[in-house]
C-alpha cells in the first residue's frame, strides 16, 4: 500500500513548522507517524505537505516542572522513552503503564506522546490517561504564539481536538497530586487497541475517571465520580460508569458489552488505585 | 528529492517520493532484499529493520525520514552473529519470511535489556508473528544468544 502523491519538508523549528501549517490548510503535521502513515496508506488520509518536526530539537524531554514539582513532557518524546523512565515510574506510573501498552517496541520507539494526543483516537492509550491526570497541553501556533489549554477541554469529537489548524503540541504538563492510580485495559488480542479502557487517577477522596472507547472521544465517567465524591461505594459507583457514554458497536464488541466492560473496568480499576 | 541513506555503514543515494517506503527503499533502491514485506499494516514485523540502533517496522517510515540516520538490516549483521547462529541451532525457523524480522527485533531487544526472562522475550516480540508458529524455539534461541551477545 501506498500513500497517495504529497510534499514533504523537515521543519528547521515549531515556529516555521507553524507559519507553513498556516500557509496551506491541507497541510499535516508529522511526529513518529505511526497513526498518521497507515491512515495515510489506506488513502483515509491525504496531505498535500507533511511538516516533519523529526529534525526539530529540544522537544524530546522528561522533567520535573520548576514551578508545581509536576512533570513536563516535551511532544516528540517516544512511547519507549515514557514507559522506562525512571522519574516517571515514581512520579507518574500510569503514564508509564499507558505508554508501554501501545502496539509493539517498534511502534513505541517512533510513536510520541504529542503526536498520540493531537491524533486524539477514542480508543488510543495515551489521551484516557491524559485526561485521567488532568494534563494540560501546550500549543503553539502562527496567529497564537503559545497558549496552554486544559485536557478537559482538549478532546471536541471524533478525532477532533482544540488544535487550530495551524497549531501543534508542544509540551504535556502533568500536575503534582499525591495520587493512587489504575489502568485497566480489555483488548480483543495481544496486539490491538484496547476495546475498552479505563484510567483512574485519585486525588485525596476524590477520583477522575476517564474512558476510552466509549464514545467520540475520551470521556469522563462523570455519574461515577460523583458518586463517589457523595459517599457511595466502589461497586455502586462502578455501575453508573457508562451513564451518559455512546460506545460504538464494530467487529470486537457491542454496545452493550462495551457498556458491561466500562462498569466492570471501573470497579477493578477503583479497586487497584484505592488501595 | 533527492536522499542519502546509510545501510549497515555503506550509503546509498537516489531520487525517491517524498511517499516511498523505507522498506521499498531497502528493497529496491538498495537492493538488499533480506528485509521482508508482510503485512505492509505494521502489523507482521517481518519488516523491523534498526534505526539508529532501535527497532522500527520499515514498512511505516518515509525512507525520507531516514535521510542521514544509520539504518541496519538482517544483512549487516555478520554470518555468525550469535542471534544468527543460535535461531540456526535452536531451530528458531521454518518457512523463514519473519525471522529477519525476529532476529532484528531480538537484537534491538537484547542491546535494551541484555539479560531478558521468557515473558520479556515474548513481550518484546509482540510486534512480530511467525506463521508458522515457531515461538517457542524462537525464544528459545533469544534465551541462547543472550549471554553470548555479552561475552
Redesign the interface.
Known amino acids: 500500500m501506498i500513500p497517495a502523491p504529497f510534499e514533504h519538508v523537515f521543519a528547521g523549528s515549531i515556529a516555521e513548522a507553524t507559519t507553513i501549517l498556516q500557509e496551506d490548510p491541507e497541510a499535516k503535521i508529522i511526529a513518529g507517524g505511526q497513526s498518521l502513515l497507515p491512515l495515510m496508506k489506506l488513502r483515509f488520509a491525504q496531505p498535500s505537505l507533511l511538516v516533519d518536526l523529526s529534525r526539530v530539537g529540544g522537544l524530546s524531554y522528561i522533567r520535573e516542572s520548576e514551578s508545581d514539582g509536576g512533570v513536563v513532557i516535551g511532544a516528540l518524546t517516544t512511547h519507549h522513552q515514557i514507559a522506562s523512565n525512571p522519574v516517571l515510574k515514581e512520579r507518574c506510573r500510569i503514564l508509564c503503564e499507558a505508554a508501554a501498552a501501545i502496539g509493539d517496541p517498534q511502534v513505541r520507539h517512533m510513536g510520541t506522546i504529542g503526536g498520540a494526543a493531537a491524533h486524539a483516537d477514542p480508543a488510543g492509550d495515551i489521551p484516557v490517561v491524559l485526561l485521567a491526570l488532568q494534563a494540560e497541553l501546550v500549543i503553539a501556533g502562527a496567529s497564537v504564539p503559545k497558549r496552554t489549554v486544559a485536557i478537559d477541554d482538549f478532546f471536541q469529537g471524533f478525532f477532533q481536538t482544540a488544535l487550530a489548524p495551524d497549531e501543534a503540541v508542544v509540551e504535556i504538563r502533568i500536575p503534582n497530586r499525591d495520587r493512587g492510580s489504575a489502568y485497566v485495559r480489555f483488548t480483543h488480542r495481544a496486539l490491538s487497541w484496547p476495546t475498552v479502557a479505563v484510567a483512574v487517577v485519585t486525588i485525596g477522596d476524590e477520583a477522575r475517571i476517564a474512558l476510552a472507547n466509549m464514545g467520540d472521544r475520551p470521556l469522563r465517567a462523570g455519574a461515577s465520580e460523583r458518586a463517589l465524591a457523595e459517599g457511595a461505594t466502589v461497586d455502586a459507583a462502578a455501575l453508573l460508569a457508562d451513564r451518559d457514554t455512546d460506545p460504538p458497536s464494530d467487529e470486537k464488541a457491542s454496545g452493550g458489552f462495551r457498556r458491561e466492560l466500562a462498569r466492570v473496568l471501573t470497579r477493578r480499576a477503583l479497586e487497584q488505585a484505592l488501595a | 528529492?533527492r536522499i542519502e541513506i546509510s545501510i549497515n555503514g555503506t550509503s546509498h543515494e537516489a531520487d525517491v517520493?517524498?511517499?516511498l517506503?523505507l522498506v521499498d527503499f531497502i528493497r529496491n533502491v538498495a537492493e538488499l532484499t533480506g528485509t521482508s514485506t508482510g503485512c505492509?499494516?505494521?502489523?507482521c514485523?517481518a519488516c523491523?529493520v534498526l534505526?539508529d540502533g532501535?527497532?522500527?517496522?520499515s514498512c511505516?517510515?518515509?525512507a525520507?525520514?531516514a535521510e542521514g540516520r544509520e539504518v541496519t538490516t538482517i544483512e549487516g549483521l555478520p554470518a555468525y552473529h550469535p542471534l544468527k547462529v543460535a535461531f540456526h541451532n535452536e531451530h528458531a525457523l521454518q518457512c523463514g519470511f519473519c525471522t529477519p524480522g525476529m532476529v532484528m527485533?531480538s537484537a534491538?531487544?537484547l542491546a535494551?535489556e541484555p539479560d531478558p526472562t521468557e515473558a520479556e522475550i515474548r513481550m518484546?516480540l509482540?510486534?512480530?508473528l511467525c506463521r508458522c508458529t515457531g515461538y517457542h524455539n524462537i525464544v528459545k534461541a533469544i534465551r541462547a544468544a543472550a549471554p553470548e551477545m555479552t561475552k
Not at chain 2, 505492509?40 to 502489523?43: E, K, P, R, V
Not at chain 2, 532501535?54 to 517496522?57: D, N, Y
Open positions: 528529492m517520493e517524498p511517499r517506503l505492509d499494516t505494521s502489523s514485523g523491523t534505526l532501535a527497532s522500527v517496522k511505516t517510515v518515509l525520507v525520514r527485533a534491538s531487544l535494551e518484546g509482540k510486534g512480530n
